[in-house]
């Protein structure tokens, strides 16, 4: 994974090409020598990054964390969509600070009014508190069957908050009502995430599960619902 360093006014701009997965540890070592270098405010250009995987994820939070614990900065710029996606159903897209453009996200360290910029979603997410039960799928006849509370739900997964987590590919099954709909949705989940406390204090403990072979119907559902209720927030506001 090539990185390349960039300096504008202060600020170091980290270009990455290619993927971002459990073989970028460059990332995080680059991060350390800025940091340890006094160089604390850094933006990390994904223009020329084809993939993000969960273990990227990990990778992108390690250098988050690195950078906050040192009362820096770090923006992400031209963030691929499918990027996107992943940061929202693990629930990251609202710590991390993502711009559509480089431009943007230097004129962010010189404005305190320069707002948050979002991508276009394939699936948007919907705030909200669902009781789901959930279990380890497995041969075993009667699962030991867990309780959560959903607090984002989007056409590609859930965020589950509760105590009671699994590994990182861990398959669920998963039941959870949903307001209007006359019968419990039934899925099958992979974990993809599991909080960190230290960067996601509000939603700590839990986890980000992706919908694994959701059926065509049981997914319009979804986003019917999650569409009808923010445009409906949306027209209340």
Same mark, same amino acid.
């Given at each position: 994974?090539?990185?390349? @360093? #960039? ?5 170091? &701009?980290?270009?990455? !090409? /290619? ?19 006094? +160089? ?35 923006? *992400? ?18 710590? *991390? ?6 431009? $943007?996200?230097?004129?962010? %360290? ?5 707002? +948050?910029?979002?991508? #276009?979603?394939?699936?948007? =997410? @919907? ?14 006849? +009667?699962?030991?069957? *867990? ?9 590609? /997964? ?31 989940? =992979? ?12 939603? *700590? ?5 992706? %919908? ?10 979804? &986003?019917? %619902?999650? !569409?009808?209720? &923010?445009?409906?927030?949306? !027209? $209340?506001?």
């Amino acid at each position: 994974m090539p990185i390349r @360093l #960039r300096e504008n006014n202060n600020i170091s &701009i980290l270009d990455v !090409d /290619g993927k971002i997965d459990i073989n970028s540890s460059d990332l995080i070592e680059m991060i350390g020598w800025l940091v340890n270098s006094g +160089k604390i405010n850094v933006i990390v250009n994904m223009e020329n990054v084809e993939m993000v995987d969960y273990n990227g994820l990990s990778i992108l939070a390690i250098a988050y964390k690195n950078i906050l614990n040192h009362k820096g900065n770090i923006k *992400f710029a031209h963030v691929p969509l499918a990027a996107i996606e992943l940061l929202k159903i693990v629930k990251l897209e609202t710590v *991390f600070e993502i711009y559509e453009d480089e431009e $943007t996200a230097i004129e962010s %360290f010189h404005s305190h009014e320069v707002d +948050k910029l979002t991508l #276009r979603r394939k699936f948007q =997410r @919907l705030d909200i508190h669902l009781s789901v039960k959930y279990k380890l799928e497995s041969n075993q006849n +009667k699962p030991k069957q *867990f309780e959560g509370i959903v607090l984002n739900i989007s056409g590609a /997964g859930v965020y589950i908050y509760t105590p009671y987590t699994f590994p990182i590919n861990s398959i669920l099954d998963m039941e959870f009502g949903i307001p209007g709909m006359s019968k419990s949705v039934h899925a099958t989940g =992979r974990v993809s995430w599991l909080a960190d406390k230290e960067i996601q204090p509000h939603a *700590f403990p839990g986890m980000g599960v992706s %919908f694994a072979h959701l059926t065509s119907a049981k997914e319009k559902s979804i &986003i019917d %619902f999650i !569409d009808k209720n &923010i445009t409906h927030r949306a !027209d $209340t506001l």
